[in-house]
C-alpha cells in the first residue's frame, strides 16, 4: 500500500524556537497533504490543508504565522512550528490523499514536546 | 456539518470476548466510512474501509457494515487479543473533502 514518512518522529526543543516537520508520499503523488494536531487521549483535530503549489488553508482557529505550511512538491509538504511554546506540545500526524482512489494514508506522526 | 460520534471507552474486555465498538455518523450525501487504529505511541493504520450502504469492510478479525439506514458503522470482533489493545477511531470522508474522525475508544484487553 501507500506510504506516508515524517521525520522527526521525536523532538524536543526550547520555547521560542521553530520546528521543522516533513511529511512524505513515498511511493505516490499526493497534491493534498493535511496536518493534524492530536492532543492527548484526544483525538484528531484537523489544522490545515495543503495542496501543492497553493497556499495552505487552515480550518478556523489554527493561526497561520505560528504554524506555516510549505507545499512545494507533490510529494513533499512540511510543517513549521514557529516560536514554539510549551502549548504547542502535541502529536502531529500528517496524511496524503491518494489520487488513484482518492484515499488518505497517513504519516506516523511527530511527537513535539516544547520545554 | 458532517460529524461522527462513538462510544468513548474505555473499553476493558478479557481474551476471547466479543467487541462491539459503535459509531454513528450524520453527513449530507453518501459519504465513505473507515475505521483507524492507533497504537501506543503511534500514527495511524487503516483497519477497514467500506464505500458505500451494505458494504462490509473485514481485516485481521475485525468487521464493520455500513448501514445506510441507521448511518451507522459499528465495529465488531468475535474474540479480542490482548495485541488488539489500542485507540480505534471511526472516520468518514464525504466525496474527497476532509475527514471527519470520532473521538476514538480505548480498547484494553487483559490476559
Known amino acids: 500500500g501507500a506510504v506516508v514518512s515524517q521525520h522527526p518522529s521525536r523532538v524536543i526543543c526550547k520555547s521560542g524556537t521553530s520546528v521543522k516537520i516533513e511529511c512524505r508520499s513515498l511511493d505516490f503523488q499526493a497534491t493534498t497533504m493535511f496536518w493534524y494536531r492530536q492532543f492527548p487521549k484526544k483525538s484528531l483535530m484537523l489544522m490545515a490543508t495543503?495542496?501543492?503549489?497553493?497556499?495552505?488553508?487552515?480550518e478556523q482557529g489554527v493561526e497561520k504565522d505560528k504554524f506555516l505550511i510549505n507545499h512545494a512538491s507533490l510529494t513533499l509538504s512540511t510543517l513549521t512550528v514557529t516560536s514554539a511554546h510549551p502549548e504547542d506540545s502535541s502529536f502531529y500526524i500528517c496524511s496524503a490523499r491518494a489520487p488513484f482512489d482518492n484515499e488518505q494514508f497517513f504519516g506516523p506522526g511527530t511527537r513535539l514536546t516544547v520545554l | 456539518g458532517d460529524s461522527v460520534t462513538q462510544m468513548e471507552g474505555p473499553v476493558t474486555l478479557s481474551e476471547e470476548a466479543f467487541l462491539t465498538i459503535n459509531c454513528t455518523y450524520t453527513?449530507?450525501?453518501?459519504?465513505?466510512l473507515f475505521w483507524y487504529v492507533q497504537y501506543p505511541g503511534e500514527g495511524l493504520q487503516l483497519l477497514l474501509k467500506a464505500t458505500k450502504a451494505d458494504d462490509k469492510g473485514s481485516n485481521k478479525g475485525f468487521e464493520a457494515t455500513y448501514r445506510k439506514e441507521t448511518t451507522s458503522f459499528h465495529l465488531e470482533k468475535g474474540s479480542v487479543q490482548v495485541s488488539d489493545s489500542a485507540v480505534y477511531f471511526c472516520a468518514l470522508d464525504n466525496y474527497g473533502q476532509n475527514f471527519v474522525f470520532g473521538p476514538g475508544t480505548r480498547l484494553s484487553v487483559l490476559p
Open positions: 453527513a449530507t450525501g453518501y459519504p465513505s
Open positions: 495543503s495542496n501543492e503549489g497553493s497556499k495552505a488553508t487552515y
